[in-house]
């Protein structure tokens, strides 16, 4: 059962969004609490499950991966699971999602090139998965955090 979030849980979850990093004086002061009530809260957030890590926001570019795509595959139940066993433990596979729709599975992946990628491609279809790809242009919105419901 979840807790119930106040304006300062989902204001806490906002700055947390924003940058992971901030001290937790500087939250504290942004939320009108004492640090250790605002260290409080962030424990009980994470406790419960609100929050569930720190990570960063790495330029795949930068670090040599100017290939970004969405492979959509289209497989059986058998064969979705085998295409997942083969794909899991890939570095170059950042998500995979299964879906409903035409597709039951879609991956988001990151290569230094457009062969890579498709050797990518060709073992999924190896294994009875039918593809379709789409290349990534621009990401004018990136990921950002969902606004925290005050229940």
């Known amino acids: 059962m979840s807790m119930l979030l106040d304006k300062i849980d989902a204001e806490l979850i906002r700055i947390l969004q924003n940058n992971a990093r901030l001290p937790v004086k500087e939250i504290a002061q942004k939320i009108f609490l004492s640090s250790p009530a605002s260290s ?16 960063i926001r790495e330029n795949e570019r930068l670090l ?23 794909v899991k433990d890939n570095p170059n596979v950042v998500e995979c999602n299964f879906v409903s729709g035409d597709f039951c599975m879609i991956l988001t992946v990151f290569f230094e090139d457009t062969g890579r990628l498709d050797d990518l491609i060709g073992d ?5 998965g039918n593809t379709k790809t789409q290349i990534v242009f621009a990401t004018p919105i990136e ?4 606004q925290a419901h005050i229940l």
């Open 124 to 128: 999924i279809q190896k294994l009875g």
């Open 64 to 86: 040599g991966y100017p290939i970004k795509a969405f492979i959509n595959v289209e497989a059986d139940r058998k064969g979705r699971d085998e295409i997942y066993t083969a």
């Open 40 to 55: 409080a809260r962030i424990a009980r957030l994470e406790k419960a499950g609100y929050i569930r890590g720190y990570t």
């Open 143 to 146: 990921r950002r955090g969902v």
